[in-house]
């Protein structure tokens, strides 16, 4: 069935495709499509990451941007931003490297909800681009990390799972929330 980009939204847990495992995903103008609204919603929520999962979709692709900011460069050895926008298509992680930092990380599939999370300092990609080219790339800092959440997202892991155990139990009553809203929109239908 065609996915019309214009209908797509950002998905709130517990929604059950938030917990699935994304399939690869072949370039097609579809895709570009929806890459390009995946994009736009990401920036309309002030987000730097956006799975397709999180817009309903079982697709291993994600886009991100993070932007050059203090202390972080497109242009350092292994960059820490990016230019602009960019898209990964059946996005792998390796060789990580570097020990494992703590950072507070929220998601726009669970808003208002924070929480520190340990992910690899360092971390290569390897994806394909919008243009139907494969690509490597290394990044360290928060571009790392947000490879690493949003490639979580593509195997149905959200962050609530990698939290700091008092970090769960802090967000422990919002969940429930999510959970008590999500359930009552959908008694509706």
């Known amino acids: 069935m065609p996915v019309d980009p214009a209908s797509l939204r950002v998905r709130n847990y517990p929604d059950p495709i938030l917990r699935r495992k994304a399939q690869p995903v072949e370039l097609t103008d579809e895709v570009r499509a929806v890459a390009r609204r ?6 309309e929520h002030d987000g730097i990451g956006l799975a397709a999962p999180q817009v309903g979709l079982p697709w291993r692709l994600f886009v991100s941007y993070v932007p050059e900011a203090d202390k972080r460069s497109a242009t350092s050895d292994p960059p820490t931003a990016e230019l602009s926008p960019c898209i990964y298509l059946n996005p792998v992680l390796s060789n990580p490297a570097g020990p494992l930092t703590p950072y507070e990380e929220g998601c726009l599939s669970l808003p208002e909800i924070t929480g520190v999370v340990l992910r690899q300092d360092q971390i290569t990609i390897s994806a394909t681009g919008l243009d139907g080219a494969t690509f490597t790339r290394r990044a360290t800092g928060l571009l790392a990390r947000c490879w690493q959440h949003e490639t979580d997202h593509l195997d149905g892991v959200l962050i609530i799972d990698r939290m700091t155990q008092i970090h769960r139990m802090k967000n422990r009553t919002a969940l429930k929330h999510l ?3 999500w359930d009552a929109a959908h008694l509706r239908r």
């Open 38 to 43: 995946m994009i736009d919603l990401m920036h």
């Open 179 to 181: 959970e008590a809203d």
